[in-house]
């Protein structure tokens, strides 16, 4: 036989015998009803749709964006710091520290950490 009829079935075997391996492996053995019911933003979507929204799934949904925006912002500044000039770099760097921290002050301020209240 040709060598690549030889790999193509061997090939062809491996990704059976990986998929078999997978589907055993894969298999649940316990539905849970809370398990594969759906649940989004602090309510049960099955209920009634007029129950009062739960504020603090908007927050930590906020401020997850912030951070994530943050990172963003952040990495950049980390990478471009060889190939920049270092007194400009260091000025910009500063100035987003700083509004960074002010922002986080200012959420701890007004009491957005605090998931309790």
């Not at 061997?10 to 649940?39: C, E, G, R, V, W």
Request: one cysteine or more; glycine letters at 4%; hydrophobic letters at 50%.
């Amino acid at each position: 036989m040709n060598l690549i009829t030889k790999f193509s079935l061997m090939s062809m075997a491996l990704i059976y015998i990986m998929m078999m391996l997978i589907t055993t492996i894969n298999m649940k053995s316990i539905n849970d009803h809370q398990k594969s019911s759906p649940f989004e933003c602090g309510f049960n979507p099955i209920s009634h749709s007029r129950n009062p929204f739960s504020i603090k799934f908007f927050l930590i949904g906020v401020i997850f964006l912030i951070f994530d925006i943050e990172i963003i912002i952040v990495m950049p500044m980390i990478i471009t710091m060889k190939s920049s000039m270092i007194m400009n770099w260091t000025y910009t760097s500063i100035l987003i520290l700083i509004i960074l921290i002010t922002g986080l002050y200012h959420e701890w301020y007004n009491g957005m950490l605090n998931w309790t209240t």
